[in-house]
C-alpha cells in the first residue's frame, strides 16, 4: 500500500503563485509516474500535469506556461508550482502516482486532496 500526502493549497488573489507538494509513503518499490489532477464542484476531475520517473512531462492546455510540475525520484515527491493564477483555477487539487509493485502489478494511488481558492 502506498499513501500520497499533499500540501500547499490556500487563498491566494488573482495572478498570484503557490507551490503545491505531494510525498509518497509506505510499501513503495517503483513509481513510474506521478502527476497533479484537479476537480472543482460539480465537475469532473480533470488533469493537470503528469511527469515521469524519465522525465518527460504533460501539461493540460489551461496551465500551459503557467503551471510548472517537477518530481524528486529519490524522495519519491512531485511538486507543483502554480503562477500567474486565475478565478478558473479554484478547486481541490489531487495527487496521483502509478505505483509498480515486486511482482509487477501496477496500481494508481490517490491523495486526499488540497484545496486552492484564487479570489480577490
Known amino acids: 500500500q502506498v499513501q500520497l500526502v499533499e500540501s500547499g493549497g490556500g487563498l491566494v488573489q488573482p495572478g498570484g503563485s503557490l507551490r503545491l507538494s505531494c510525498a509518497a509513503s509506505g510499501s513503495i518499490f517503483s513509481i513510474n509516474s506521478m502527476g497533479w489532477y484537479r476537480q472543482a464542484p460539480g465537475k469532473q476531475r480533470e488533469l493537470v500535469a503528469t511527469i515521469t520517473s524519465g522525465g518527460s512531462i504533460n501539461y493540460a492546455d489551461s496551465v500551459k506556461g503557467r503551471f510548472t510540475i517537477s518530481r524528486d525520484n529519490a524522495k519519491n515527491t512531485v511538486s507543483l508550482q502554480m503562477n500567474s493564477l486565475k478565478p478558473e483555477d479554484t478547486a481541490v487539487y489531487y495527487c496521483?502516482?502509478?505505483?509498480?509493485?515486486?511482482?509487477?502489478?501496477?496500481?494508481?494511488?490517490w491523495g486526499q486532496g488540497t484545496q486552492v481558492t484564487v479570489s480577490s
Open positions: 496521483k502516482a502509478n505505483h509498480r509493485s515486486t511482482t509487477s502489478i501496477s496500481r494508481l494511488y
